[in-house]
């Protein structure tokens, strides 16, 4: 069916969604954009039909360029929030994520060709935890600067 889980209902929109947790040293792989003041994880949504981590391996060829293996899911993130692109705009958005720490080739170069739903072009960024950029999910600050072999959940409600 190839359609994104990502369904309206009243006010509001469920968005189910992977993110990619991309590591290299002490730095980690973030997006960013014209139209956001914040930066965001690589990933997106999941399609109908497909597993989390077959949209999560899509996702990231689809935003670097480079077919990458999964070690293991770190985050579960329910987050609540108001829509903040053109399309959800007006909308309360509940958002369930699955954040999944990629195997990263030593030779890893990303290509970003990708845009958002809105058509703005996206860059890749390489960040420390302490950037002074705004970006999401805010628990990346605490928990990839030692990363744990367990599976968190975490809830945020920004609404």
Not at 16 to 27: L, N, P, T
Not at 71 to 86: A, M, Q, V, Y
Request: net charge negative.
């Amino acid at each position: 069916m190839n359609q994104d889980l990502c369904i309206k209902i009243n006010d509001g929109i469920l968005n189910i969604r992977v993110g990619a947790i991309i590591m290299k040293e002490d730095k980690f792989l973030m997006v960013e954009n014209d139209s956001f003041d914040h930066m965001y994880s690589v990933g997106g949504r999941i399609k109908f039909g497909e597993t989390a981590e077959e949209a999560v391996i899509r996702e990231v060829f689809e935003e670097t360029g480079v077919k990458m293996e999964i070690d293991r899911l770190g985050f579960i993130h329910e987050n609540f929030f108001p829509g903040d692109s053109e399309v959800k705009k007006g909308n309360i958005v509940h958002e369930i994520s699955f954040f999944f720490y990629m195997k990263v080739p030593k030779d890893f170069e990303p290509i970003c060709d990708s845009f958002t739903e809105d058509g703005n072009k996206e860059r890749l960024l390489w960040i420390r935890a302490d950037h002074p950029k705004k970006y999401y999910p805010e628990f990346f600050k605490t928990e990839l600067a030692n990363p744990s072999k367990e599976v968190k959940h975490y809830v945020t409600k920004q609404v």
